[in-house]
Structures are given as structure tokens and as C-alpha cells.
């Protein structure tokens, strides 16, 4: 499939700049596969679609915060520096973006906070914008992860044009984040309250919790026409025996198994066994799913919506056919369903 196959029309007033007022009162759209036919129903109303046994694979990826203001040596320069992932834990060595870039060069120090609480060092460029860098501290790494929180800023995607506020600090991380390691949310769980999951856990319905790090590559722009020649930045997933044997369980009762977003979705596709069950993993992915595409592990799936031309979009339109996505997105449009990471939902059974 062609990349000009998933354009459409999204009015910016779409683009959810703020969370809804409760976690699990967002509105939802359940599209089913195969008839297309829509509901549009509230995100707490997803108990009435699931029964005892049934299985839900959730991204227990933490997100932290990745955004930081640092001013350069001698000129005293602001600059964005966006942590993307930690390369090496003794040396302190880490992956980032910078902005602007091409004031930032190999040998630069950069100072944050107020009384340079960090000093990081440029060490190396490995794209445009991208840079190594190493920061200079002699404490122990629980002080540093506390002024990476003191000094970090919640990394909200760029299109909300607002500064992050405390409130994003909760609200753009799943009530279940545990192994820290994001720089993105997995959005689709963000609707997930903790009375919904009591009652979906008292309705008889298993949790399996997979990570995958969601890193900056899940959003990056797809300049290619052809799809097959686009390349995915890699993630970290980890996929524990006890994920697998519940989800594997589900899959031999022939239960309703969903994965909770897009992120999950890759990380289960990703070690999928000969036998088309799931198998523990310790691994990096960078699965790109796109039509046609056989689905191994889950049958139904939450996501959120997406953006035009976005792989996410050709995730779901692999998933649910083609057709019914493009014509659920426009009633999505038409019916004003708020999109992307604080958005509404989406479920595909």
C-alpha cells in the first residue's frame, strides 16, 4: 500500500491539547471488523464488550521525564536537550535530541538548572539533531535520576503548543507505568481508571503486562510513498514468562484477547512463536506492521486516533481492514472524536 492512502482531513480544532476530565469518561468508538458497523459509546462502557477469562495486554512503560532546558558554556544559550535513552548507566552516557542543533557542537558543555544542579558533556553526533552526551556527576544514580525528575519536564508531544503542568505529570503516564524507560506515553492506556480496572478485574477479566520503551521513532514522519522501504527506529520490549502464559492461556480457550494500543500490539507481534502463540522476550523491535498482515496473538484491540499518514494509522487499518478504518475516521471527523495522545479511544473487536 501507498503512503497517499492515509491522508485525510484532521481539522487542528481535533487535536486534544488536554486530558478529558476523567480518565475513563472519554468517549469511544467500537468499530467492528467485520462488518464495519460502529457504536459510539464512553470509555468505562469497554466492561460490557469483555466476559471471565478473557485477556487484556497492557505497555507497563513509564515515561519520564525526558524534556530539559539546559544553557550552553560561554554564551549562555538556551537549549532543549530531549533525552531519548540511556546508553550507558556508568558513564552517565546518553542518547538525545538537540534544539537548536547547529549551535551544538562535539566539546560544548551544557549547564541545567539554576546552580548547574547537571553539567553534561557533547561527546558525539549521530544525526542532525541527534547527539551523545555524558553527563558529569559523581553521585550515586538514584541522586541523579532525582535531578533528571527535579530538572526534567513531562515530554508532551510537540503539537500541544502549552507548557506541561503538574497535572501532565499523572495524567500522561498509565495508572499501571512501572518500568520506567518511555519517552512517550502508550496513549490508548491512558483511559484506564483504577475503579475500571477493579471492575474489569472483578468481571474475571486477566491482565497481562508486556514494555515496550516507546521511544520518538513511533512518531516520526514516513517520508516514503512505498511503505515496505520505511524503517521503525528500535524499541526495548520485555515480555516475561508469566505475560506470556497468560496471554498463550487465552489464546488455547480461544478467549477475546486484546492488546491496549499500538505499542503493545508491536511488542506481542514482535516474538510470536511457530505456533502462533506468544514467547518471552529481552529484545529490541523495530516491527513495522503494515497491510496485508497476519495477526498472530491478539483479536481485538484499544487505540487511540491517529494522525494522517501516520504508522500507527497503518497499524490499525492492518488490523481492522483497510476500508473500515478510513470510514471510521471520518465519522471520527465528522462526529468531532478528539484525536492523538490525550484523545479518545477506539476499540476494534
Known amino acids: 500500500m501507498k503512503l497517499s492512502q492515509f491522508k485525510f482531513n484532521l481539522p487542528e480544532s481535533l487535536l486534544a491539547s488536554e486530558p478529558s476530565e476523567q480518565r475513563d469518561e472519554s468517549r469511544l468508538m467500537v468499530l467492528h471488523k467485520d462488518s464495519g458497523k460502529i457504536e459510539h459509546r464512553i470509555f468505562k462502557d469497554v466492561l460490557e464488550y469483555f466476559d471471565d477469562q478473557d485477556v487484556m495486554i497492557l505497555n507497563d512503560t513509564k515515561v519520564f521525564p525526558a524534556r530539559m532546558y ?40 551544557l549547564y541545567f538548572g539554576d546552580d548547574d544542579l547537571l553539567v553534561a558533556e557533547v561527546v558525539d553526533n549521530t544525526t542532525s539533531r541527534g547527539r551523545t552526551i ?66 474489569l478485574e472483578l468481571k474475571g477479566i486477566n491482565f497481562a503486562e508486556v514494555t ?68 518471552a522476550a529481552n529484545d529490541w523491535t523495530s516491527k513495522f506492521i503494515y497491510p496485508p498482515y497476519d495477526f498472530s496473538i491478539a483479536n481485538s484491540m484499544i487505540t487511540n486516533f491517529h494522525t494522517p499518514e501516520s504508522t500507527l494509522l497503518v497499524m490499525i487499518a492492518a488490523f481492522a481492514g483497510y476500508e473500515n478504518v478510513m470510514n471510521a475516521y471520518e465519522v471520527a471527523v465528522k462526529e468531532k472524536y478528539r484525536f492523538y495522545s490525550y484523545g479518545d479511544a477506539m476499540l476494534i473487536i
Open 70 to 109: 539546559g544553557n550552553k558554556e560561554k554564551t549562555g544559550a538556551t537549549i532543549e536537550v530531549f533525552l531519548l535513552r540511556e546508553l550507558n548507566k556508568e558513564l552517565r552516557l546518553w542518547d538525545v535530541l538537540v534544539d537548536p542543533a547547529r549551535k551544538i557542537r562535539v566539546g560544548n558543555k
Open 134 to 199: 555524558r553527563f558529569l556527576f559523581d553521585g550515586t544514580d538514584e541522586e541523579f535520576r532525582r535531578n533528571i525528575e527535579i530538572l526534567g519536564e513531562t515530554p508532551l508531544p510537540k503539537y500541544i503548543k502549552r507548557k506541561a503542568t503538574p497535572e501532565d505529570k499523572f495524567r500522561y503516564q498509565t495508572i499501571y507505568a512501572k518500568n520506567e524507560g518511555a519517552v512517550a506515553a502508550p496513549t490508548a492506556g491512558l483511559h484506564f481508571s483504577r475503579e475500571l480496572m477493579k471492575r
Open 212 to 279: 515496550l520503551h516507546v521511544g520518538l521513532g513511533t512518531f516520526r514522519t514516513v517520508e516514503v510513498e512505498d511503505l515496505t522501504k520505511h524503517k521503525m527506529d528500535s524499541e526495548q520490549i520485555i515480555i516475561t514468562d508469566e505475560a506470556a502464559r497468560i496471554v498463550n492461556k487465552g489464546i488455547d480457550q480461544k478467549r477475546r484477547v486484546c492488546a491496549v494500543g499500538t505499542t503493545s500490539m508491536r511488542a506481542i507481534e514482535s516474538s510470536v512463536s511457530a505456533d502462533r502463540h506468544l514467547k
